[in-house]
């Protein structure tokens, strides 16, 4: 996924072989009892390089990341309600920084904590089944409004030389992120009424948190897939002692 190479802080240079640490602000070393410190720097400079695009890496000048499709379900049955939103495209992503970096060297462990200050979000919205009593099949538009995001990205990589570098394999990732305050709703809505959108956007802002916990697990699955299919391509031309010396 090209649009979210700056959530992912993971490096970059261009050619294998090839060093540019100029991308990373500083080279750490894994003796420097303040590496954390050093990493955090390192990737935040990286962050701010990408965020005008890296043609050399294949990366595009872009402040939205995109979601092809996630449902929620709220009961069971048949009149259970469902929801899928396809085409989600999120903006205000490159105004996320770095606050905490956590790393153990000896087992090539990292732990990012990512914070951004508002996310909006648009899709397409289908529905069906029965909410507040109330049938509500049809579709639109859904819209959100995220404000203070945080996010936690855990990655491990195994290390191996080619042509006389060392390089990281990645063997694991995982992600999980919350939102302090959501405001979202539907509009547009077809087959339905001013009366029972009113409803619905009530519904929705008053259960914000709860239907985002719904979302969570097919989010989290589809990000992590995406970032790790992106970590797995970067890495490959990346060397590791570009960013990590001793």
Not at 124 to 151: I, N, Q, T
Request: aromatic residues 8%; contains cysteine.
């Amino acid at each position: 996924m090209k649009r979210f190479q700056a959530l992912l802080v993971l490096a970059a240079v261009i050619t294998t072989g090839t060093s540019n640490t100029s991308m990373f602000g500083e080279r750490c070393s894994r003796q420097d009892p303040e590496v954390d410190e050093c990493l955090l720097r390192s990737f935040n400079s990286l962050v701010e390089y990408l965020k005008g695009g890296a043609p050399q890496l294949g990366i595009e000048e872009s402040d939205s990341i995109v979601i092809d499709e996630l449902s929620i379900a709220l009961g069971g049955g048949p009149d259970g309600y469902r929801a899928t939103f396809k085409d989600i495209h999120a903006s205000g992503v490159n105004n996320m920084t770095i606050t905490n970096v956590r790393s153990d060297l000896d087992t090539h462990q990292f732990q990012l904590t990512l914070y951004g200050p508002h996310i909006s979000a648009r899709a397409r919205y289908r529905s069906s089944g029965v909410l507040l009593l109330v049938r509500a099949s049809g579709g639109g538009d859904y819209w959100g409004e995220y404000d203070g995001v945080k996010a936690k990205v855990y990655f491990r990589g195994t290390p191996y030389t080619r042509n006389k570098r060392t390089y990281l394999k990645l063997q694991q990732l995982k992600l999980d992120f919350s939102v302090r305050d959501i405001q979202m709703g539907v509009e547009n809505l077809q087959n339905s009424n001013a009366v029972l959108q009113a409803a619905l956007n009530l519904f929705i802002n008053t259960n914000a948190q709860e239907l985002l916990k719904e979302m969570k697990p097919e989010l989290r699955r589809d990000l992590a897939a995406k970032m790790s299919h992106f970590l797995e391509r970067i890495l490959d031309q990346i060397p590791y002692d570009d960013w990590v010396k001793d």
